[in-house]
């Protein structure tokens, strides 16, 4: 019978592997630190949600919603169910807003500032860097208005701390490109403007930005539609239609990242392919170059000041980011000076290897290692059968010492030990490993 084909992982989804997985820890730690000394709580929300949080969050419009989500049909197990459309989360924002508005957290009256860090699915065309589930880390600062939810300084802060965090884990030459979306009433007005304007123009575009251009304009902006870029760079500027408040507020953004520092650049075509955006919006890019190919953008985010209530919560104005954590990884290994730092976990050696010299002394290794490792040592365990020679080149590889027993050390309970780094080699009481190994 022919052996049938080894199954592979599903199209656009990947296996992490060792080493690598150390630096996705060594980022996401970093990340945990950074958030804790902002004064952040992490939240964990399902992985899926009802279809409806999305196409109401996100919006119908959105390439995300209308051809990129897991939706299925999910059945009624018992009488007492419906059966419901659920979908895999395609982000998070939207379903951290509803825990907000479910668990009642804006009558604390305190601005919530949380994070998390997970899988999210979008039937995408995979590349380099774009994958039908990839990770985001993600934080979300949202409150009543009387909570300073809606303060700019809330969005500069934002933005310092991302700044911090990719500084932190060594990201060399990240942009931050700003811009802002205005309130829903300026958007509107923006929204007849681009009409006007689109249908002078909308002929002579794809199909796609034909369609956008009637159902959602603002989306055209989006477009990376190569031979119509001349013409959506013509087009009206939100800018030109924010009202006084939307630019009071986007000029104090841009006034306090001036006074902390943090360099940044306007982008009017960044309108972010969400629609539940209001005001500031922006993005970190990485330059060409540094592993990411089109896939430029390390993390987006903006103010979405009405999506509580679009969810059927109070008003709670609120803004956060998503990294995405497979670029970064990309973006670190790229940057070969930063991996290797970054990396400095990755690649880091056990303490010791235990060499047992002979099968006999295997469930001897065995009992030393567990003495070692409960003692919070990293320890490795060869095998009896192996030769000495073959003993010595895998524990070179993977510890800086190494630990031989042999008759005489067990019988005595002694060990030969060996550090790499000096060559020293001496035979000592086992008891005393624990503290010659910590060295
Ligand atoms: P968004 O939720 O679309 O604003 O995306 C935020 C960040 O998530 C982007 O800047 C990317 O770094 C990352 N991201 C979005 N979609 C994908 C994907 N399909 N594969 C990998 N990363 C993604």
Not at 263 to 285: A, M
Request: contains cysteine; aromatic residues 6%; charged residues 25%.
């Amino acid at each position: 019978m022919p052996s049938p084909n080894p199954l592979k992982a599903v199209r656009g989804t990947r296996d992490l592997l060792p080493p690598e997985t150390a630096l996705w820890n060594h980022i996401e730690q970093t990340a945990r630190a950074v958030f804790a000394r902002y004064g952040f709580g992490e939240i964990r929300t399902p992985i899926f949600e009802a279809t409806e949080l999305f196409a109401r969050g996100v919006g119908e419009e959105t390439d995300i919603v209308s051809k990129e989500m897991y939706t299925w049909e999910d059945r009624a197990r018992a009488q007492s169910e419906k059966p419901q459309s659920l979908t895999l989360r395609p982000e998070n924002t939207a379903g951290v807003v509803r825990a907000y508005i479910e668990h009642k957290l804006g009558e604390t009256g305190q601005l919530q500032k949380l994070f998390y860090i997970g899988p999210q699915f979008r039937r995408e065309r995979p590349q380099r860097g774009r994958y039908r589930q990839f990770w985001q880390i993600g934080v979300e600062v949202l409150g009543p208005p009387s909570s300073g939810s809606e303060s700019p300084l809330r969005d500069a802060e934002l933005l310092e701390m991302v700044a911090t965090l990719l500084d932190e884990l060594g990201v060399r030459n990240w942009q931050l490109q700003v811009n802002s979306v205005g309130s829903s009433e300026d958007r509107k007005r923006y929204d007849a403007v681009l009409r006007q304007a689109l249908a002078g123009v909308k002929d002579r575009m794809c199909p796609d930005n034909q369609r956008r251009a009637e159902t959602n304009p603002l989306r055209v902006l989006d477009s990376k539609e190569p031979a119509d870029q001349a013409l959506i760079d013509a087009l009206p500027k939100i800018a030109d239609s924010l009202g006084e408040d939307s630019r009071a507020h986007f000029a104090a953004v841009l006034a306090a990242l001036d006074a902390c520092g943090v360099r940044y650049t306007i982008n009017p075509r960044l309108v972010r392919g969400l629609d539940y955006y209001t005001r500031t919006t922006f993005e970190f890019t990485i330059p060409d170059g540094s592993g990411l190919g089109t896939q430029n953008a390390l993390l987006g985010g903006g103010r979405y000041d009405g999506l509580s209530e679009m969810l059927g919560g109070p008003r709670a104005p609120g803004i956060g980011f998503a990294i995405g954590e497979d670029r970064l990884v990309l973006t670190l290994q790229a940057q070969a000076e930063q991996a290797v730092n970054s990396a400095d976990a990755q690649i880091q050696k056990l303490d010791a290897y235990i060499a047992p010299m002979g099968v006999e002394r295997n469930a001897a290794a065995l009992a030393l290692a567990r003495e070692l490792r409960r003692a919070g040592l990293s320890v490795e365990i060869g095998d009896g059968s192996f030769r000495l020679k073959k003993s010595f080149e895998a524990a070179d590889r993977v510890a800086r010492h190494i630990v031989i027993l042999g008759e005489d050390e067990v019988a005595t309970s002694t060990a030969t030990l060996k550090a790499f780094a000096t060559g020293e080699q001496i035979k000592i009481p086992q008891a005393d490993l624990v503290q010659l190994l910590r060295h």
